[in-house]
């Protein structure tokens, strides 16, 4: 159980072109979804905290006109990286805690998209 | 401010060779330590979740063990499928969406 899927694993795009990065929660649903940003052996940062049905809730220093973030339904939440540049590269962790477990209980994490802007 | 500090950074070990990694925090206010193992690629498999001082885990190979200021993950006689990186992560009292922060990691490389 607790599975979270991501799509796609990884995408080239060109730099000035947008890139939409779906997560999906498949066995549970979820009103919150984290997404974050991990750079080579480097750790995971926050960017965005993705409310289902209410705007994202972003970290300090993230652009939220640059990183899109729709929670549309209870298991889904999509990233749209806007006019991507080589700096955007980067591998995007999604991450989600079943709507009916206890506010602490484990997140569950997608297995990432490795996004390259050329 | 919340923080998370993982030691040591890397580590080599031969298969069998017991080890142990730490995991410092500065929280306001625990609500839980989590563990993660992270291979190449991938997002992070959970491992186990501490919640209070006194706490201990264990599955397999790894015990996860906790105090007021930090967490050890201890791996007994470990092999080369343990190679990967292993991360903890906090959830701060301060939060109300449950948002994790993360230590850097420690890349464990088992050696047969």
């Known amino acids: 159980g607790a599975v979270v899927s991501q799509h796609p694993s990884w995408v080239i795009c060109k730099s000035g072109t947008s890139v939409k990065i779906e997560c999906r929660s498949l066995d549970f649903q979820a009103t919150t979804m984290f997404w974050y940003r991990q750079f080579p052996k480097q750790s995971l940062m926050l960017m965005a905290t993705?409310?289902?049905?209410?705007?994202?809730?972003?970290e300090q220093g993230v652009e939220k006109d640059k990183f899109l973030i729709n929670h549309a339904s209870l298991t889904l939440s999509t990233l749209t990286v806007t006019s991507a540049h080589p700096e955007d590269s980067s591998f995007y962790i999604c991450s989600a805690r079943d709507r009916w477990g206890i506010n602490n209980s484990p997140l569950h994490f997608g297995n990432g998209t490795r996004l390259t802007v050329t | 401010e919340d923080q998370v500090t993982q030691s040591p950074e890397a580590l080599r070990l031969q298969e069998g060779e017991s080890s142990s990694l730490n995991c410092s925090y500065t929280v306001s206010g625990l609500r839980g330590l989590f563990w993660y193992r992270q291979d190449p690629g991938k997002g992070p498999e959970f491992l186990f979740t501490?919640?209070?001082a006194g706490e201990e885990k264990e599955k397999e190979r790894l015990k996860a063990t906790l105090t007021k200021k930090e967490s050890f993950l201890h791996i007994t006689a470990p092999k080369p499928e343990d190679s990967a990186t292993y991360l903890c992560?906090?959830?701060?009292?301060?939060?109300?969406?449950?948002?994790?922060?993360f230590g850097q990691g420690t890349t464990l490389q088992v050696k047969p």
């Open positions: 993705s409310n289902e049905g209410s705007k994202a809730t972003y």
């Open positions: 992560a906090v959830q701060a009292g301060s939060s109300n969406t449950g948002k994790l922060i």
């Open positions: 501490l919640y209070s």
